[in-house]
């Protein structure tokens, strides 16, 4: 009887289940009705009027008001959602505020699709592009596609990159005022803003140009190939031929020894972050210049890894070498953990600091709303319903209200004390465009402390501050288009005017087209033959 009972409780969830995609998929293609759509604008409205610390910082709320008024005005026929998408996304980009960001819904598939699915691949996610002189180049690729790079995209199926960024641009949120975010990201994540604009795709057509060869190079998702199976076929079939040879038996010492080994690889990898779908670290320590003397610290974010042990090991190595200059990689670094790049700046003073002020928040508990959001899964739901005490005393603790406004207060908003092994010598900042959130806020924090000479680009992220911390992401009733919506101001102590740009560089040098086909950094070579002029 219970087995009957489970079985058919089983079958029911799956057709549920079938019943829910179905449904989802026709909602998010059909054409929706106008009244329907000028719903969705005044939902979302009303959510970041509700929840957006500084909604108003750079666009005036009647200006604001009068762009989605105009957007409803200016939507008198049905659209599906994709395209109502990139109309909402034009207005709410005026908000200013990168971390602000829309997306639009996409295909779901049932369970056997889904399965089949984890059987494929796509070789196009093994490229890296970049956008400089209005020109669309492969950084960086993995796999078999090593020979393309430097090449240059002439097109994306019948389309140039240039007329696509160029749209792309017109719904991309950077911090504030700041335009050197655009052309960065629009870059670095095309192929992201690409399906964005036309969805799922399962294969595409590049135009590349490549040592004065143009060609088209054609990606297909396709079945991943089972090695197991290759692997065991060929241990068959040279067994037909040859007697099979016993495994050598290692000796306890051996064993011992390999363990170690990978015991210690683990360690490195955790600690420098390593990402094994890219084959690289996020952080890495190495030593430049003529004679090696020079500490380089490339970071490519902040959101993974066991840091402290990295920093920890990478000052003492400073210290023990008795390093006099560092320079610090921030380039195309989108930013992550406030507590990581505070746990940084402790070795880069010698004096006590406070990392952040308190945060502006709207409401008393942006924990608690932000894991309630009405996009958060139902068993995480349930699971925080029962916890909500917990998460309610949280958010009480850290939330106090001055006068009419309500603060959070993050850790990294407690003053904090240096690391006895502080680096004390010189320190360089290598900045860009994509240098955006604790990227930005610990470049803020260096150059108002007069720390570091920074060489580059303005940074992507605003040096006042942004709104992130915490997120409530809000899917619109009708279309299923998402808004990601930052619950608390983030800003360091320091302040720079006029409000709504980034870190400006001390020394600003932009990087060009050629210089990548020559495997030239203008920026790392600037500091190197500074550093030996000053020698």
């Not at 719904?171 to 192929?191: E, K, L, P």
Request: charged share 25%; net charge positive.
């Amino acid at each position: 009887m219970r087995k009957t009972l489970l079985f058919t409780l089983c079958i029911a969830l799956l057709l549920a289940s079938c019943a829910s995609v179905e449904k989802h998929n026709l909602q998010v293609t059909k054409l929706h009705p106008v009244e329907d759509l000028h719903e969705d604008i005044d939902k979302v409205y009303d959510q970041l009027q509700r929840h957006h610390p500084h909604l108003y910082q750079f666009t005036s709320k009647d200006v604001l008001d009068f762009k989605f008024d105009s957007l409803k005005n200016a939507i008198d026929e049905p659209m599906d959602s994709r395209t109502f998408y990139k109309q909402l996304a034009a207005v709410t980009k005026y908000i200013g505020q990168g971390h602000m960001s829309l997306s639009p819904p996409s295909q779901r598939f049932d369970r056997k699709e889904r399965k089949a699915l984890n059987k494929t691949k796509f070789d196009l996610n093994n490229l890296d592009f970049e956008y400089l002189d209005d020109t669309l180049l492969i950084v960086n690729a993995r796999g078999a596609d090593t020979v393309l790079i430097n090449a240059e995209v002439l097109k994306v199926e019948d389309e140039t990159p240039q007329d696509l960024i160029k749209n792309y641009n017109k719904i991309i949120a950077s911090d504030g005022y700041n335009t050197t975010f655009h052309n960065r990201v629009a870059g670095t994540r095309f192929m992201n803003y690409y399906a964005n604009d036309k969805g799922r795709f399962d294969s595409i057509s590049l135009t590349l140009k490549h040592s004065n060869s143009t060609f088209v190079k054609q990606y297909k998702r396709i079945l991943k190939v089972d090695t197991t199976s290759i692997k065991n076929d060929s241990i068959k079939s040279d067994s037909l031929k040859v007697a099979e040879v016993k495994k050598e038996k290692l000796t306890k010492a051996e064993r011992k020894a390999n363990k170690l080994k990978y015991k210690a690889q683990r360690k490195y990898n955790r600690s420098h972050g390593y990402i094994a779908s890219r084959n690289e670290y996020t952080r890495n320590l190495n030593f430049v210049g003529k004679d090696s003397s020079v500490a380089l610290l490339k970071i490519r974010g902040f959101s993974n890894g066991n840091y402290k042990d990295f920093y920890e090991e990478s000052f003492k190595t400073l210290d023990s070498l008795q390093t006099e200059v560092l320079v610090i990689d921030l380039r195309n670094n989108f930013g992550g953990r406030l507590n990581e790049i505070t746990y940084l700046y402790s070795y880069l003073t010698d004096e006590n600091y406070t990392m952040i002020n308190r945060s502006e928040v709207n409401t008393r508990f942006p924990l608690l709303k932000s894991v309630m959001s009405n996009t958060t899964p139902n068993a995480v739901k349930a699971f925080a319903s029962l916890m909500s005490p917990v998460l309610v005393t949280i958010d009480l603790f850290k939330t106090q209200k001055k006068g009419d406004t309500l603060y959070y207060k993050f850790k990294s908003a407690k003053e904090q004390e240096p690391k006895p092994l502080n680096f004390k010598g010189k320190i360089y900042v290598l900045i860009n465009g994509n240098s955006f959130s604790a990227s930005s806020i610990l470049s803020t924090k260096l150059q108002g402390d007069n720390r570091a000479t920074f060489v580059g680009e303005e940074t992507g992220g605003a040096y006042n501050g942004t709104v992130a911390g915490f997120y409530k992401v809000y899917e619109m009733p009708n279309t299923k288009v998402r808004a990601r919506i930052g619950l608390a101001h983030i800003d360091a102590p320091n302040k720079s005017a006029p409000d709504g740009y980034g870190v400006k560089p001390d020394v600003e040098l932009l990087p060009h087209y050629k210089d990548r086909l020559q495997s030239v950094d203008p920026e790392l070579e600037w500091i190197l033959d500074d550093v030996e002029q000053n020698k």
